[in-house]
């Protein structure tokens, strides 16, 4: 009730004072269901997915006092009345909150916002549109220094035909996604994911990172526990399109079957899971990203799996000494941060240049060839 600021269990009575009289009606209030009311309410639609519908609400209680939920679906939020003691009646209250919302976009009182909340890039109506994205125009000068320590960096490499490779892959990496939505168009395409297996301490983890620097998201590496079932793949892999990197991986065929199996639809298709939510209504987990994995061990022999994959090997000879690693690591510390330069001028060229990715008769690593 808008005066009392709560929302109330109501019923209209209807009486007459005789039989001659006309009837009347009258609102006899009951139970209070919620002690705050929506005096705002924000609807979010997704590009990529028309059946999730996301609100943001902001409340106001008796007390005057307002809180605003974030963007999420109509069973979460109803949780956030009840963590401020504000919801009296828990099973009638998120009935009552959907009247109200069927009621509010009816009298056109709710906002509506088409925008995809995930960082990334992404191809909507035709075009690849970035979102949640920080533009960078890259100076003549950042550009220079980029190119001198990409130079610098395979001529230090002990295998530079890898590393060329993985800095091609790793241009293309965050629009992974993209590649995949392609596929709808009628030809298949998608971006395999990487396998780095050898022997410890030969630049696995190294190259992996490197390719996370491109775009500033070294930040992006992961242990394997956190992603070592289905469920958790699903939610590593669905916050962003930037790539991830999956560090000591052991991917077990009979101990992990199911993840396998998981991982194969994640690569090529644009879900990586479904789970049912609290009313049963089945919910889509996005495969946004593509990942990179390092391993001591070997990629399962699965055909289909390795087919999913680059698969490169690093042997024992390939290990440095202490003086290389200790030199190495200064030269990494004084040039790496300029990595981030390429992938700005990535995301502005690809941006300017759709065709580099809409046109399905080039393969990414042309693409990858042409950026640098």
């Not at 993985?166 to 396998?195: A, D, H, M, N, T």
């Not at 879900?271 to 996005?286: G, V």
């Not at 190495?328 to 941060?337: A, E, I, M, N, Y």
Request: glycine fraction near 4%.
């Amino acid at each position: 009730m808008q005066s009392k600021k709560q929302i109330i269990k109501c019923k209209i009575v209807r009486y007459s004072h005789d039989d001659a009289a006309e009837m009347q009606q009258s609102l006899r209030f009951g139970e209070v269901i919620l002690n705050a009311i929506p005096e705002e309410i924000i609807r979010y639609e997704s590009p990529l997915n028309k059946d999730q519908i996301k609100y943001k609400i902001r409340f106001t209680t008796p007390f005057g006092e307002s809180f605003t939920t974030q963007p999420k679906s109509l069973d979460k939020i109803v949780s956030d009345p009840k963590i401020r003691s504000l919801t009296y009646k828990p099973r009638t209250a998120e009935e009552s909150l959907n009247a109200i919302l069927n009621g509010a976009q009816r009298a056109q009182r709710v906002s509506v916002v088409r925008q995809i909340e995930t960082p990334g890039f992404y191809y909507i109506d035709g075009k690849i549109v970035a979102s949640n994205i920080t533009m960078h125009q890259s100076s003549s000068g950042e550009i220079k220094r980029c190119a001198e320590f990409l130079n610098e960096l395979v001529a230090r490499s002990k295998h530079p035909e890898i590393l060329v490779t993985l800095i091609k892959w790793g241009i293309l990496g965050p629009f992974s996604f993209v590649f995949k939505q392609l596929s709808e168009e009628g030809s298949e395409r998608w971006l395999p994911w990487l396998y780095l297996n050898g022997h410890t301490k030969t630049s696995k983890t190294t190259d992996g990172t490197l390719v996370l620097s491109i775009y500033t998201k070294q930040k992006n590496k992961l242990s394997l526990a956190i992603a070592d079932n289905v469920a958790r793949l699903g939610a590593a892999i669905s916050h962003e399109t930037f790539p991830k990197l999956i560090d000591e991986a052991r991917l077990d065929p009979k101990m992990q079957s199911g993840l396998i199996e998981a991982i194969k639809h994640a690569v090529q298709g644009q879900t990586a899971r479904t789970k049912l939510s609290i009313t049963s209504e089945p919910i889509d987990i996005p495969a946004l990203c593509a990942c990179i994995f390092t391993s001591n061990y070997q990629l399962p022999s699965d055909p289909a799996l390795r087919r999913r994959f680059l698969n490169y090997y690093y042997p024992k000879d390939d290990k440095p000494t202490e003086d290389e690693i200790r030199e190495f690591q200064s030269f990494l510390k004084s040039g790496r941060d300029s990595l981030g330069t390429l992938g700005d001028f990535a995301i502005n060229h690809i941006l300017s240049n759709q065709e580099l990715i809409t046109n399905d008769r080039i393969v990414w690593q042309t693409i990858g060839q042409a950026i640098l």
